[in-house]
């Protein structure tokens, strides 16, 4: 069977001939490469905080909890920061990527100034009485964050972000009331979704 031959042209201006085969290799590596160079997200982050999240929602709707629920959403997006960072540590390391440089420094670079900035905005609008637009605010930040790093990484991750960005818009947009369900829905339910989805689809590959 006779090969596909290509041929190119060398700096000299010669021709080169270039088996098909080769060429084929070459863009292989070049896809390892490029894979190489992304973050990989386990899909059990997303479960851990997406149930975390649950959880809040579910505490905070009860009556009487329900004037500490600001309380119960800061305990619990710092225990899903801290558990969804471990399982993101845990599988850096078992993948052999280094924490301090690559992808995971570059994800960590666009993801902390937007959930600096929620800090920082929280305060304010607790300490203006404006507690009832925090949940958007959460959301909007969050889902821009995990839209810029997704850069790093899948683009499902960048998808989560822009549902969790859109979610922060209609919390703003709507009723206080429902604050507490938007966050539910975005840090419990989004979280939850897109974490089996995430790890289904790495499972498929």
């Excluded at 386990?42 to 479960?47: D, F, I, Q, T, W």
């Excluded at 004037?67 to 850096?92: K, P, Y």
């Excluded at 919390?171 to 206080?176: I, M």
């Amino acid at each position: 069977m006779r090969k596909s031959i290509v041929r190119g042209e060398a700096p000299d201006g010669n021709t080169v001939a270039l088996d098909a085969h080769a060429l084929g290799t070459l863009r292989y590596i070049r896809a390892s490469i490029d894979a190489a160079r992304l973050l990989a997200v386990p899909g059990s982050a997303g479960v851990a905080m997406g149930s975390v999240g649950l959880l809040a929602a579910v505490l905070a709707a009860q009556p009487a909890l329900a004037s500490h629920w600001l309380d119960i959403w800061l305990g619990a997006s710092i225990t899903a920061l801290l558990g969804g960072g471990a399982l993101m540590v845990h599988q850096a390391m078992r993948s052999g990527s280094a924490l301090y440089r690559g992808p995971a420094r570059r994800f960590l670079l666009c993801l902390t100034p937007p959930l600096a900035a929620g800090a920082v905005i929280t305060l304010a609008l607790w300490r203006h009485g404006a507690a009832d637009m925090i949940p958007g605010v959460w959301l909007l930040l969050y889902g821009c964050g995990v839209a810029a790093a997704s850069t790093q990484t899948i683009r499902l991750v960048g998808v989560m972000g822009l549902a969790f960005a859109l979610l922060g818009v209609c919390a703003l947009a709507l009723p206080p009331t429902y604050g507490n369900l938007f966050l539910g829905a975005g840090f419990g339910g989004l979280h939850l979704a897109f974490g089996i989805l995430i790890g289904w689809t790495r499972r498929e590959r």
